[in-house]
């Protein structure tokens, strides 16, 4: 019953900027850790940006540090990745992510395309 559903997506310019929600349901939201995951054309899926039960966030090694910024609000049950100055190398499906009793569960992803 575990469900995450992300939002957000769409195109945007180079420099725009971009606010992804992922919704969770079928479990207790503010005890797990969530994370961020991105997948561009023919390439495999990467770590982008996690936030732990306190809040306290952790980036990838990419150029995604310094401008997105990972969020969440428990009261909502909703995770957000904030991402600003986008390149085209952002472009990319954009996948929600829990581990729950060391099971993955994956929302089915949206899509962000940075092009002029």
């Known amino acids: 019953q575990v469900q995450l559903v992300e939002s957000g997506g769409g195109l945007v310019q180079p420099g725009g900027s971009l606010r992804l929600s992922c919704a969770a349901s079928?479990?207790?939201?503010?005890?797990?850790?969530m994370r961020w995951y991105r997948q561009a054309p023919g390439k495999v899926r990467e770590f982008a940006a996690s936030?732990?039960?306190?809040?306290?966030?952790?980036y990838s090694d990419n150029s995604v540090k310094g401008r997105f910024t990972i969020s969440r609000d428990n009261a909502k049950n909703t995770v957000y990745l904030q991402m600003n100055s986008l390149k085209p190398d952002d472009t990319a499906v954009y996948y929600c992510?829990?581990?729950?009793?060391?099971?993955?569960?994956w929302g089915q992803g949206t899509q962000v395309t940075v092009s002029s």
């Open positions: 992510n829990v581990i729950i009793r060391g099971t993955d569960y």
């Open positions: 079928g479990f207790t939201f503010s005890s797990y850790r």
């Open positions: 936030i732990n039960t306190a809040g306290g966030s952790t």
